[in-house]
Nanobody, 114 residues
Framework: QVQLVESGGGLVQPGGSLRLSCAAS???????MAWYRQAPGKQRELVAS???????NYPDSVKGRFTISGDIAKNTVYLQMNSLKPEDTAVYYC?????????WGQGTQVTVSS
């Protein structure tokens, strides 16, 4: 059974930093691991992704502030978030893709507020 365990969310002041972690179990042949986020009333959007070859991708909204890293061979991915803004407030979801299926974590809340 596939299980994705996320951790590291919380409350942080604007300009602060957080590091999210995601550990996947019960899954093989991972192509891509990624983080998505969903704010209230908005669609879920990609935040960062990393392939088994090490290629990364970020939208312009987080480029230069967020960094995805990890070891796909060990089914682990991290998201370092710096210079956080109130608009980064959302539930952050870990996403794992194989040639056969896509799996999601349960989400972790990130709130950026003074």
């Amino acid at each position: 059974q596939v299980q994705l365990v996320e951790s590291g969310g919380g409350l942080v002041q604007p300009g602060g930093s957080l590091r999210l972690s995601c550990a996947a179990s019960g899954i093989r042949f991972i192509n891509t691991m990624a983080w998505y986020r969903q704010a209230p009333g908005k669609q879920r959007e990609l935040v960062a992704s990393i392939t088994s070859g090490g290629s990364t991708n970020y939208p312009d909204s987080v480029k230069g502030r967020f960094t995805i890293s990890g070891d796909i061979a060990k089914n682990t991915v991290y998201l370092q978030m710096n210079s956080l803004k109130p608009e980064d407030t959302a539930v952050y979801y870990c996403n794992v893709r194989t040639p056969f299926k896509t799996s999601w974590g349960q989400g972790t809340q990130v709130t950026v507020s003074s």
